[in-house]
């Protein structure tokens, strides 16, 4: 009985064993044993010159095609930060733009060089200003901006987190405290010129980022101001200002959208523009700018789009012309085996 068993028992053991290893064995497939259908392209010269002109023949006409959308747009870029400050206050800047018993008001003209046609859009630059420092970037709480539930998560906006008596900033962190606050106010022949505000923010921020249901609260009351204001009874999703700063900028120079005229701007024009020079870049060497202008297809003027176009466009068609002279000055046949290196070596000796 005894050996009946355990001769049952040892069967049952090997059975399991058998499955077990069988179990283990990976699944056949042509995929893990690399037979799947591959194209493997011959690299002929007659292919690598044809794709070398293809690529120059389709390359430099958009390039022109871009240099000549961008020589067409017309372009006003104004610097005002140094010339906004009063001659008493030229050796002390700082001291200047801190102080709230100053006049920050400034007047500026140009004249337009040739007609604008609507929409004019108006963007402030900044340079030296690196939005892109890793404490900067870090210094917001997108749950806060996104609803009223997460108005307390200011965990990573120090150290504009919350009030001296523990109350939640909103927005806060250091992007949203350091808000652009400086005003422009267009005339022509002393008629205002009005700026909308319309969409110059993007639709996906509005709606995605940025909640209806979340108001500023606390925000810019310490005793340490860092820019602009923001009105406590409009919410944040349209707070365009705030939405178009908040998208950080990857370089220290860089361009954002202030608003728009929507009306022509004929040629010799002269525009006035009252400034309010309110925000410090005096404190690390920076520039500001006014620039005002037109767009086509392609976005603003821009000249390095065009240019790489027909860089890259005439680097094609001259390796096209390299490799068409070396083809037929020395051409030899494809896959001639006497080009390996032991039939160039038979002894298998380097030279």
């Given amino acids: 009985m005894k050996g009946a068993t355990s001769v049952g028992g040892g069967g049952k053991d090997d059975s399991s064993a058998a499955v077990s290893t069988k179990s283990n064995k990976p699944k056949y497939s042509r995929f893990s044993q690399q037979e799947l259908s591959a194209w493997k ?8 010159i ?10 430099i006409p958009i390039g022109l095609a871009s240099l000549f959308a961008s020589e067409h747009l017309v372009e006003i870029v104004e610097r005002y930060d140094t010339d906004c400050i009063p001659l008493a206050y030229r050796n002390n800047s700082l001291h200047y733009i801190q102080t709230s018993e100053t006049n920050k008001t ?12 609507s929409p004019v859009f108006i963007y402030y630059e900044l340079d030296n200003y690196h939005q892109n420092h890793r404490r900067y970037v870090k210094s917001r709480s997108d749950a806060q901006l996104r609803g009223k539930a997460s108005e307390s998560a200011t965990d990573t906006c ?6 001296s008596n523990g109350q939640p900033i909103v927005p806060c962190g250091l992007v949203a405290w350091s808000l652009f606050n400086d005003t422009y106010r267009f005339s022509v022949k002393n008629e205002v ?32 101001i860092g820019g ?18 908040m998208r950080t900028a990857a370089l220290p120079t860089f361009r954002k959208l202030y608003g728009k005229i929507e009306r022509d701007l004929p040629a010799n024009t002269t525009v006035t523009v009252i400034i309010q ?25 821009d000249n390095f789009l065009g240019g790489a176009y027909l860089f890259v466009g005439g680097l094609c068609l001259f390796f096209a012309v390299c490799f068409i002279l070396v083809y037929v000055l020395r051409p030899r046949p494809i896959g001639d085996p006497s080009y390996l290196s032991w039939n160039r070596n038979p002894g298998g000796y380097v030279n």
């Avoid at 044809?50 to 690529?55: A, D, G, K, L, P």
């Fill in 50 to 59: 044809s794709s070398f002109i293809v690529i120059g023949v389709v390359f």
């Fill in 277 to 301: 020079n309110n925000y410090n870049i005096y404190s690390f060497g920076g520039k500001k700018k006014l620039v005002l202008s037109t767009t086509s297809c392609l976005g603003g003027k």
């Fill in 106 to 117: 400034c007047t500026r003209t140009f004249n337009v060089p040739k007609h604008m046609k």
């Fill in 41 to 48: 392209p011959i690299l002929t010269p007659g292919w690598v």
């Fill in 228 to 245: 602009g204001k923001l009105n406590s009874s409009i919410p944040l999703s349209e707070q365009v200002d705030l939405i178009v700063w």
């Fill in 158 to 163: 120090k150290p504009e987190a919350v009030t």
């Fill in 193 to 224: 010129l009005d700026v909308s505000k319309k969409n110059i923010a993007w639709k996906s921020d509005q709606e995605n980022k940025f909640g209806s249901d979340v108001y500023p609260k606390n925000f810019q009351s310490g005793s340490l």
